[in-house]
């Protein structure tokens, strides 16, 4: 079993916004709130885009109100839509095609994503079973981002996620049960916190290792200097949590998102495919 095959396209998951015609400006719905300054329907250009697809504020989002976009990333489904699944047509140029690349993007966003946490998945040391499925299960997702747009359209999402959140989960329990008899055979203190609501609480230098977090909430929680290495992140709100020195190094399936919405500095440990945010400062 080759795990660096599943490390490799993790880490080869990247937005080149240059080879996209601005998508996540124009297809997505925006609410205005504390994250973005207007309210802008789906299909609709953002009114910073420019003609050339970059953004005239870009340098200034956070200050003017568009935190929001600091924190986005596609992994690289933008310019899948734009430049294979389109041909790299222009939406400005060929209106007619427009609509349908608009509603596209967010389904194939939705496939980085899950090919982003199956990749992961295989980068990890599971079982040979496990590996197989999680390998097929990639191969499949991999085939549906080269589907033509109307096939695209045509797929079932939640149907698509069922089967790679079992394998996701059963990834998840494989590690984890083994980071916590490697550091505590006692099986002494609770590691089940799944969904649990943990808004501003302060958890400043605990132990945390191996500790299961899906789908909590942890907006503006404190976790700064905790070991975090083997806690599972999967939908965890990390919204401005502080991660100031926090050991996040092997973290399992957090996503660039999430980095991007937390608060961190130079000493908070990252998985190596994740990138700090240039806007955390010590």
């Known amino acids: 079993m080759d795990h660096s095959i599943g490390k490799k396209i993790r880490e080869s998951l990247q937005a080149d916004c240059q080879s996209c015609f601005g998508l996540c400006c124009t297809a997505l719905n925006i609410a205005a709130s504390s994250d973005f300054a207007i309210h802008k329907a789906a299909g609709t250009p953002c ?39 389109f041909h790299g047509q222009d939406w400005r140029k060929y209106s007619e095609i427009s609509d ?22 295989l980068s990890y040391k599971v079982d040979s079973s496990l590996f197989n499925k999680l390998h097929i299960q990639l191969e499949q997702l991999q085939r549906a981002t080269d589907l033509e747009a109307d096939a695209l359209l045509a797929i079932d999402i939640p149907n698509f996620r069922l089967p790679v959140n079992v394998l ?57 200097n905790a ?17 100031r020195g926090a050991d996040l190094s092997s973290s399992m399936f957090l996503t660039q998102m999430q980095i991007n919405s937390a608060q961190g500095n130079h000493q908070t440990k990252l998985p190596s495919h994740l990138n700090r945010p240039s806007y955390w400062v010590d």
Not at 48 to 59: A, G, P, R
Not at 100 to 112: A, D, G, K, S
Not at 196 to 217: C, E, H, M, P, Q
Not at 231 to 239: N, P
Request: proline residues 1%; contains cysteine; charged residues 25%.
């Open 47 to 85: 009114p910073n885009l420019q003609s050339d697809f970059n953004c005239q504020i870009h340098s200034k989002l956070r200050d003017q109100g568009f935190k929001g976009c600091t924190v986005f990333d596609c992994l690289g489904a933008g310019q899948q839509v734009s430049q294979t699944t």
């Open 100 to 121: 349908r690349m608009f509603r596209v993007f967010p389904i194939m966003e939705q496939l980085y994503e899950m090919i982003a946490y199956v990749a992961e998945a």
């Open 168 to 224: 996701l989960l059963e990834t998840s329990e494989q590690i984890r049960q083994s980071l916590i008899v490697k550091t505590n055979g006692k099986n002494s203190r609770k590691y089940d916190y799944r969904g649990v609501d943990w808004i501003g609480k302060n958890f400043k230098g605990k132990d945390l290792r191996a500790t299961d977090l899906r789908g909590s909430y942890l907006i503006a929680a404190n976790l700064q």
């Open 227 to 243: 070991d975090l290495r083997g806690v599972d992140f999967i939908g965890a709100d990390l919204r401005d949590a502080n991660l």
